[in-house]
Each structure stands twice: as structure tokens, then as C-alpha cells.
């Protein structure tokens, strides 16, 4: 099955807007208000102005291995079977932090120290890609939210107590 079918059929089978609430992963209402901040380099936000749309990239892409874990790992099913996310080579994201001062976002998208931080809300990034999205693909590829950081250790023992 293509991933333009898996779509159709999603699409088909979900009345546009329903699903809509769900698209905000590990985020509370209350919380889609709250600001978040990007740091980038100046000429990316210069691109972003001169193009009017924001780039979206494949993690697969990013410099961060923990960002990667699970899209470059394998599973393994009841059966036995090995599994991998099939699915990887079609996302694409962007990092956020709720933290208005990291030094490290600075140092990761800055280094050459020639870089800006913007500013927005939760809603308002999630909205702006929400509406840049064919109606009919919206509710099944725009997901916004919080990302869990596990510790080394702590993945290795959920993959040893899971057989993986």
C-alpha cells in the first residue's frame, strides 16, 4: 500500500475537522497558548519572510541521534517478527523549545553566534502548518507536541525488558 492510498483511505473514513484535538500530542489545552521558541540562523528566517512558508525537514536529516532512535530502530512482534517504521522517510518536523533561554539551542543553531530566536505559540505554529495542508490530508499529517527525552540507560532496559 502507497502512502497516497493509506491517505485516501484515512481521509475517507474521518469527517474533516473531527480529528482535529487530536493532532496535539502531549499538550493541554491551556497549554497551546504558551510560547515557544526556534533558534535559526538569520539567513533562514531572512528565506522564510522572502519564501512566505516554513520549511519542515526529515529527522532523519538532524545532527541528533536521540531525535532518531526510534525512526532508525526496529522492533519486534509477538510472533517474532522484526518491524521498522515504514513511514519514516514521509515525516518531517521542527524543534521548539518552551524554554524562552537555551544555550544550548544556541550553540545547536547558531554556532557561527549568527543566528535569531523568533517567537510564537503552540496554536499558532500548529494552525499555520494546520491550513497550509490540503483539507483532505489535514487531520491525518499535521500532529504538534511535546517530545519525552529518555536517558541512555533507561531505553536500553524498556528494549531489554520488551526483547528488542
Not at 500500500?1 to 493532532?23: A, H, K
Not at 526556534?38 to 512566505?52: A, D, S
Not at 512482534?77 to 522517510?89: A, E, H, I, Q
Request: proline content about 3%; glycine content about 6%; hydrophobic content about 35%.
Amino acid at each position: 500500500m502507497t502512502l497516497s492510498s493509506l491517505i485516501d483511505i484515512l481521509s475517507q473514513n474521518i469527517e474533516v475537522g473531527t480529528m482535529r484535538y487530536r493532532n496535539y500530542i502531549k499538550t493541554s489545552s491551556e497549554e497551546k497558548v504558551k510560547k515557544i521558541y526556534r533558534v535559526m540562523p538569520v539567513y533562514r528566517l531572512l528565506e522564510i519572510f522572502k519564501q512566505e512558508q516554513n520549511t519542515l525537514l526529515k529527522p532523519n536529516l538532524w545532527d541528533d541521534p536521540f531525535e532518531n532512535f526510534i525512526l532508525k530502530g526496529l522492533g519486534r512482534l509477538s510472533n517474532g517478527m522484526t518491524v521498522s517504521l515504514g513511514m519514516r522517510d514521509f515525516l518531517y518536523g521542527q524543534c521548539w523549545t518552551l524554554h524562552r533561554e537555551s544555550d544550548a539551542m544556541w550553540r545547536i543553531y547558531s554556532p557561527d553566534k549568527n543566528g535569531v530566536k523568533v517567537r510564537t505559540t503552540i496554536k499558532k505554529l500548529f494552525e499555520s502548518l494546520y491550513n497550509a495542508i490540503p483539507s483532505r490530508l489535514r487531520d491525518v499529517s499535521c500532529f504538534i507536541g511535546k517530545v519525552e527525552y529518555f536517558k541512555k540507560e533507561d531505553i536500553d532496559t524498556h528494549g531489554q525488558a520488551h526483547g528488542t
